[in-house]
């Protein structure tokens, strides 16, 4: 992390506070920079180690700062950005940490001043606790961080921010910003509407004998455990996220509605392969772990160096669900380059090649393990 003297972390968090103790767990980490608009956030975080530094206002925190964190809610994320980017040094990295992406991403890159790089962001980690008395440098560590990035993103900027978000731990994936916010509505905003309406709804059932809920077992506990999530926060994401989400409860009434059929016609075959189909499709989600080294697969591509080039590449792997461990830009003209890419497991390796040589790019494989 040589060429990263300096971070700034705006809102210091449970995700921000994490960033700042991951960052700061790192050998010869960079100095980093802290502001809250709590004082009494930014003292914990100062006390904590997770920032070297608590700054009084948003200006001097950003100042000559490489990397740029906006670890707040998303509905504040765009102003924060013009409220600073007018103080950032040429060359600097802005991204965010907010579970929908695609109005920041296309709105910052409206108005971001030239010189100045913004890369959204999205760690697909967290907790129903907030704050930084929460926070963890182990937040990141084998859960998946999605950049998101654009035709116009630097090529350079983005290699930099994936090798610090790679360092802490996380495996880093790009992924279309309009597509990200259709994948998180089913898979993060859907969830946590339906944990809050079953809680709500139970709450409602028991209403005349309230120590029911003292009833509640794991199953219910565990299935309502993201309900106990900060409303502020959620509003927030809900509002943002509002035609995917809607979408998406459509979607959901419509398999409660056909499962409620199967129940009224005691539909026992109909009922058990759904039970079924679920169990198998549960069972078979991945659990974090430690990478094997010995499995690691580097790609090699000649590339032209022009705007686009990391976009089209790293959502590609992005769409096969293939995260890149490390990035390198090698150059060999002013115009012409190769990029490494390094990619664990040889199928997904394989998979990937193939994909990029139809694509057109010249790729070679080897095995670095």
Not at 113 to 133: L, R
Request: aromatic share 4%; with cysteine; hydrophobic share 40%.
């Amino acid at each position: 992390m040589e060429n990263i003297k300096k971070v700034a972390i705006i809102g210091i968090g449970l995700v921000g506070g994490s960033l700042g103790l991951a960052i700061k767990s790192l050998n010869d980490p960079p100095e980093i920079s802290g502001f809250s608009r709590s004082p009494k956030s930014a003292k914990k975080a100062l006390k904590k180690g997770a920032i070297d530094k608590a700054c009084q206002d948003i200006e001097s925190c950003v100042n000559d700062a490489d990397i740029v964190f906006i670890a707040t809610p998303v509905s504040v994320i765009v102003d924060i950005v013009k409220e600073v980017g007018g103080h950032l040094k040429k060359g600097a990295i802005i991204s965010d940490v907010g579970s929908t992406k695609s109005s920041i991403v296309k709105t910052i890159e409206g108005f971001l001043p030239k010189g100045i790089h913004f890369i959204g962001g999205h760690p697909v980690t967290g907790s129903e606790h907030d704050g930084i008395d929460y926070a963890d440098a182990r937040l990141f560590q084998n859960f998946y961080y999605v950049l998101t990035p654009t035709p116009a993103t630097d090529s350079n900027a983005f290699k930099t921010l994936h090798a610090l978000l790679t360092a802490i731990g996380a495996n880093v994936i790009a992924v279309d910003a309009d597509k990200h916010d259709e994948i998180l509505a089913t898979l993060s905003h859907l969830p946590h509407m339906v944990a809050a309406t079953l809680v709500n709804m139970a709450s409602n059932q028991v209403a005349k004998k309230q120590d029911w809920l003292s009833l509640a077992a794991g199953g219910f506990r565990d299935t309502t455990r993201i309900a106990a999530s900060k409303p502020a926060l959620w509003l927030d994401i809900c509002l943002e996220n509002k035609q995917a989400l809607v979408d998406n409860l459509k979607s959901f009434k419509n398999s409660l509605e056909e499962l409620t059929s199967l129940l009224e016609r005691g539909d026992t075959a109909e009922l058990k392969k759904i039970l079924t189909k679920a169990r198998n499709i549960r069972m078979s989600l991945p659990v974090a772990g430690k990478k094997d080294i010995t499995d690691m697969h580097q790609l090699m591509l000649l590339v032209t160096d022009k705007p686009g080039v990391i976009s089209d590449i790293s959502l590609t792997l992005g769409d096969l669900g293939i995260n890149i461990e490390d990035i390198e830009v090698v150059p060999l003209t002013d115009k012409t380059g190769f990029l490494r890419l390094t990619v664990l497991g040889k199928k997904k390796a394989a998979n990937a090649q193939e994909v990029l040589k139809k694509k057109g790019y010249s790729v070679e494989m080897k095995s670095i393990g």
